[in-house]
């Protein structure tokens, strides 16, 4: 709005506005708006949704035990808070008239809504279960089909359906039709991944920092035709303008640490984990990095996998690979204490995020 209303009218006349034509400065103006406003509203928005939440999250009884004992009634759908902030930071700064500014949004707000429906239920019926699977699996699909449509509608570029394989030039697959199963699979994968991941106080919050400035590193590269050359990857006009929606996300991410730092005053719940899990798949696809993705997001990767292995290894052998899955619960019930399974996890996940950066590089 601020970069459509003001920046445009008034840049021609007095010139210290041309510093806003740069996405670099923007992105930063973007982060600051979004992590102050997380800060200095924060504790009101507790105060605030503690008066419909008497009993706070319900948590899961076969939790751990000092979850039972230390967490209850926390209140929950912080995400709220995170998602305002990040769309009026992006609304502010960012250039409204970019369709992938503006679907990244839209599917932002959209898993949002399906998150904040699952918190609300769990909230108000006090059961942890909250909207079964296959409707949260269903209302995902249908998002990202709608999404990845429009997309592809808006969007003028001969690789669109196409998916780059990393570590070699020029190697691409045309997926035609299947680009949008693809779609799906990558999006609703990313959004319950994240879900998951989000079990320990600021366990999550960690990865999805350092994933999103890698992919904001990413979409300004990929959006520069000189750097994108020159690093052999996929051109895509206008994917810069995401910079602005991804640091707009890092601002808000790094103001709701404040809050959700051990011990948390305030979960993300479902409303915060599933969209920005459904919009990070989201933009990995647009940027054509969603193999990079696996290896950024690679802490998002192993908690869904221990989830996975535990549930084969079960049915199967009627044994568990793990003493509790997801992987993170398995490391508490060896001793480790909380915050520091949750700080070797973000270390984690700065290396992943270097690695997965170095791979952009290596081809």
Request: hydrophobic share 50%; glycine share 8%; charged share 15%.
């Amino acid at each position: 709005m601020f970069y459509n209303l003001i920046y445009k009218q008034l840049s021609s006349s007095l010139s210290c506005f041309n510093v806003f034509q740069y996405v670099t400065v923007r992105s930063m103006c973007a982060f600051l708006v979004a992590f102050f406003a997380m800060v200095l509203t924060g504790s009101k928005f507790i105060n605030f949704i503690k008066k419909f939440q008497k009993n706070g999250q319900p948590i899961r009884d076969d939790g751990p035990q000092n979850h039972i004992d230390t967490k209850q009634g926390t209140p929950t759908m912080g995400g709220l808070l995170i998602i305002s902030a990040t769309i009026i930071s992006s609304v502010l700064f960012g250039d409204l008239t970019n369709e992938k500014l503006i679907l990244s949004l839209l599917v932002f707000a959209s898993f949002g809504m399906i998150g904040a429906f699952d918190d609300y239920k769990k909230v108000s019926k006090q059961d942890y279960h909250g909207l079964s699977g296959k409707k949260k699996l269903i209302m995902q699909s249908l998002i990202s089909v709608a999404c990845v449509l429009v997309f592809i509608k808006l969007t003028d570029q001969p690789n669109i359906t196409k998916v780059f394989i990393p570590l070699f030039k020029n190697f691409e697959i045309d997926l035609g039709v299947l680009f949008l199963v693809w779609s799906v699979f990558v999006m609703v994968g990313s959004s319950n991944a994240v879900n998951l991941t989000d079990g320990l106080d600021g366990l999550v919050i960690g990865p999805v920092i350092t994933t999103s400035i890698s992919f904001a590193i990413i979409s300004y590269l990929a959006g520069n035709v000189i750097f994108s050359d020159y690093l052999h990857m996929a051109y895509i006009p206008g994917l810069e303008e995401v910079c602005i929606f991804l640091s707009s996300l890092v601002g808000a991410s790094l103001g709701f640490m404040w809050f959700n730092a051990p011990p948390a005053k305030i979960f993300m719940g479902d409303t915060g984990s599933v969209a920005i899990g459904g919009v990070l798949g989201f933009i990995s696809i647009i940027s054509k990095h969603e193999f990079i993705y696996v290896v950024i997001g690679g802490i998002f990767v192993i908690e869904t996998l221990s989830v996975i292995v535990q549930v084969m290894s079960y049915k199967l052998t009627k044994k568990r690979v793990f003493l509790m899955a997801p992987i993170h619960h398995h490391f508490e019930k060896k001793g480790l204490a909380e915050s520091t399974v949750v700080f070797r996890f973000w270390i984690i996940s700065i290396v992943l995020a270097i690695v997965g950066l170095a791979l952009v590089k290596v081809r």
